[in-house]
């Protein structure tokens, strides 16, 4: 059982925090989530819900008891601290306004302060970056951000393994994350894997 905080930013794509958030509930780890304000709103559009308490009982499910929320502004949050052994970070989806914060040290909320804290003491930071089309300034960060430390996992899903629903789509991206942090799942099949048809 492993500690992983789950940052969910004002990007598009918000479905892809709350899907990781209950894989990883489902699996006994514990998730702290922490939720920018931008990031609320997108959830209210993208997944029809309205208000604080919906979004809360949207990623309480199903293991309450393994899901906590944090304000963006509590800086009492254990992992704002290095002193806090956290296993990864992984802003997903990671907006490019949160990119360039993280790329130049910034930490004026909870959210970046725990970004700081994984890259200085060298634990794993995925972000899960969603814009189209990428303007210099954007790559650029990401090259700066992968420099200090950060897997840079943009929200790009592929079709070698024939989706057939958004919600395909959405398991491929959480899959990859999960590759990443090393957690067996069943979301995806690998390439190797993927029977070719006549």
């Not at 939720?35 to 604080?52: C, R, Y």
């Not at 199903?62 to 992984?90: C, H, L, Y």
């Not at 089309?133 to 929200?155: D, F, T």
Request: hydrophobic share 45%.
């Amino acid at each position: 059982m492993a500690e992983y905080v789950i940052g969910i930013t004002g990007a598009s794509g918000s479905i892809y925090g709350v899907r990781l958030v209950h894989e990883l509930s489902a699996r006994n780890h514990h998730i702290h989530v922490v939720i920018t304000n931008a990031g609320m709103k997108v959830m209210e559009e993208e997944l029809g819900i309205s208000g604080p308490k919906e979004i809360e009982k949207l990623l309480l499910y199903p293991k309450k008891a393994q899901v906590r929320i944090w304000q963006n502004d509590d800086f009492t949050a254990p992992f704002m601290s290095g002193s806090n052994a956290f296993e990864a970070v992984v802003i997903i989806p990671c907006s490019v306004g949160k990119l360039a914060a993280i790329a130049n040290g910034i930490s004026s909320n909870l959210l970046e302060r725990t970004t700081d804290v994984a890259l200085k003491e060298k634990r794993q930071l995925i972000l899960v970056v969603r814009e189209t089309p990428l303007s210099i300034i954007h790559l650029e960060n990401m090259v700066r951000v992968a420099k200090a430390g950060a897997q840079v996992m943009p929200a790009m899903p592929a079709f070698y393994h024939h989706p057939k629903t958004v919600d395909d789509m959405v398991n491929f991206i959480v899959g990859k994350v999960l590759n990443l942090l090393r957690i067996e799942h069943n979301l995806l099949r690998g390439w190797g894997s993927i029977q070719k048809k006549d």
